[in-house]
């Protein structure tokens, strides 16, 4: 009698629940969009702030002093298959207490839609244009400079001095050399020129030679790619990060080759010698390193493998606050 009453009462029960019954979900579409591209990490009292501008894609045919197989076969062992290498574009934001320095600033829209974003960065990451102090540029190729301006032509970071090596300031700046260069370098001069006459208005441009310090942040002088091409270590607390700039555009080649040099360098043979000796030191000291081509956050570390190098990139890791 008991077990009949209980059978009743849990169908009972159950047929009552029936109607609260969660309904099926239906299906989640796709997002269809990426987190914002900014990466944060802590160098002994400084704050770095990876920025990813966007991407381009790079033919393979650009690399030279390895054969096409080489290539091919090298680009295959990091998985990057075809004819085109998706190529990041990276700037670097260092917070050294009262002063923000951005290393690079990107190219705007000045080689298409997929790179622009580093205004859209910035405040993602939670400072706005106005509060950059310094911008540091490696060499003025527009992927590196354009991005000082908004889409109107006015300075990005109004209250920002522009440094840059002044021969590499004298090279783009020339209406000589300008005049003189082949058509399809034409557009590189007249970029250049355009990016910072905002700024030379406002005498916010300024040019330095050799190993200038801006507080914690040194210039490394280390042409080849362009006439003044700049790398620059950053310093504190006992540890470093050597931002490479365009000393490497392409990771899975130029790592383990370091002798193969890219189309754009403007003196192939003193790039390659660049590349090498930052290569080492990086290797020899265990700097961190980061690189504007170098896939984002561009952040890691150089060891030697066989008769070049490999990189190692960083690990995500949260900003520690217990040190």
Same mark, same amino acid.
């Given at each position: 009698?008991?077990?009949?009453?209980?059978?009743?009462?849990?169908?009972?029960? $159950?047929?009552?629940?029936?109607?609260?019954?969660? *309904?099926?979900?239906?299906?989640?579409? #796709?997002?269809?969009?990426?987190?914002?591209?900014?990466?944060?990490? #802590?160098?002994?009292?400084?704050?770095?702030?990876?920025?990813?501008?966007?991407?381009?894609?790079?033919?393979?045919?650009?690399?030279?002093?390895?054969?096409?197989?080489?290539?091919?076969?090298?680009?295959?062992?990091?998985?990057?298959? $075809?004819?085109?290498v998706q190529t990041a574009v990276n700037a670097y934001l260092i917070n050294a207490g009262?002063?923000? !320095?951005?290393?690079?600033?990107?190219?705007?829209?000045?080689?298409?839609?997929t790179l622009g974003f580093i205004g859209d960065q910035l405040r993602a990451a939670g400072?706005?244009?106005?509060?950059?102090?310094?911008?540091?540029?490696?060499?003025?190729?527009?992927?590196?400079?354009? $991005?000082?301006?908004? *889409?109107?032509?006015?300075?990005?970071?109004?209250?920002?001095?522009?440094?840059?090596?002044?021969?590499?300031?004298?090279?783009?700046?020339?209406?000589?050399?300008?005049?003189?260069?082949?058509?399809?370098?034409?557009?590189?001069?007249?970029?250049?020129?355009?990016?910072?006459?905002?700024?030379?208005?406002?005498?916010?441009?300024?040019?330095?030679?050799?190993?200038?310090?801006?507080?914690?942040?040194? #210039?490394?002088?280390?042409?080849?790619?362009?006439?003044?091409?700049?790398?620059?270590?950053?310093?504190?607390?006992?540890?470093?990060?050597?931002?490479?700039?365009?000393?490497?555009?392409?990771?899975?080649?130029?790592?383990?080759?370091?002798?193969?040099?890219?189309?754009?360098?403007?003196?192939?043979?003193?790039?390659?010698? #660049?590349?090498?000796?930052?290569?080492?030191?990086?290797?020899?000291?265990?700097?961190?390193?980061?690189?504007?081509h170098l896939p984002f956050p561009g952040i890691g570390h150089v060891r030697t493998e066989?008769? $070049?190098?490999?990189?190692?990139?960083?690990?995500?890791?949260? !900003?520690?606050?217990?040190?």
């Open positions: 009698m008991i077990r009949r009453s209980l059978t009743a009462l849990a169908i009972a029960v $159950g047929a009552s629940l029936l109607p609260f019954a969660a *309904p099926a979900h239906a299906e989640a579409p #796709a997002v269809g969009t990426q987190v914002p591209g900014y990466y944060r990490m #802590a160098l002994g009292q400084l704050e770095i702030t990876a920025l990813y501008d966007g991407y381009v894609d790079l033919g393979a045919s650009v690399l030279l002093g390895a054969s096409k197989a080489d290539v091919q076969k090298l680009l295959a062992s990091k998985f990057i298959a $075809g004819e085109k009262g002063k923000l !320095i951005l290393v690079d600033a990107g190219a705007a829209k000045a080689f298409g839609p400072y706005s244009p106005e509060q950059v102090d310094v911008v540091l540029l490696t060499h003025l190729h527009a992927d590196h400079v354009a $991005g000082i301006l908004t *889409p109107e032509g006015k300075p990005l970071f109004p209250n920002a001095e522009i440094h840059v090596d002044k021969a590499e300031s004298d090279f783009w700046l020339s209406e000589a050399n300008a005049a003189s260069a082949p058509k399809d370098f034409k557009p590189f001069f007249e970029l250049a020129r355009k990016s910072v006459a905002p700024y030379q208005a406002i005498g916010k441009y300024k040019t330095f030679t050799g190993e200038a310090d801006f507080g914690g942040v040194k #210039a490394v002088p280390s042409n080849g790619h362009t006439p003044g091409h700049t790398s620059y270590l950053v310093e504190s607390g006992g540890q470093r990060l050597l931002i490479l700039g365009d000393a490497v555009h392409a990771h899975a080649v130029q790592f383990a080759r370091p002798e193969v040099a890219i189309e754009f360098d403007t003196d192939k043979k003193a790039a390659i010698a #660049a590349r090498k000796k930052l290569f080492a030191w990086a290797a020899k000291e265990k700097l961190l390193v980061s690189g504007m066989g008769k $070049g190098y490999a990189w190692v990139p960083v690990e995500y890791s949260p !900003i520690r606050t217990d040190k």
